[in-house]
């Protein structure tokens, strides 16, 4: 992987963080999950078992490769 590569990686990777981390609150804020899934490339879903399941095979797929 080039450095361009490994730095979209990287900056996927921290949103996904940032996305993990918020979906696991008991209130998590709506608007900035919108906009963390916007930032990570993913489509908005708004039930919260939805988007756990696209954040896991989005994080499984970004794994095998």
């Known amino acids: 992987m080039d450095?361009?590569?490994t730095n979209t990686y990287t900056k996927r990777a921290i949103k996904y963080r940032e996305l993990i981390d918020e979906?696991?609150?008991?209130?998590?804020?709506?608007?900035?999950?919108?906009?963390?899934?916007?930032?990570?490339?993913?489509?908005y879903i708004e039930d919260p078992i939805e988007r756990l399941n696209l954040m896991l095979t989005?994080?499984?797929?970004a794994e095998v490769n």
């Not at 979906?23 to 993913?42: V, W, Y």
């Not at 989005?58 to 797929?61: I, M």
């Open 3 to 5: 450095t361009e590569g």
């Open 23 to 43: 979906l696991s609150l008991d209130s998590p804020n709506e608007t900035l999950i919108k906009t963390l899934m916007k930032e990570a490339g993913l489509k």
């Open 58 to 61: 989005t994080l499984h797929a």
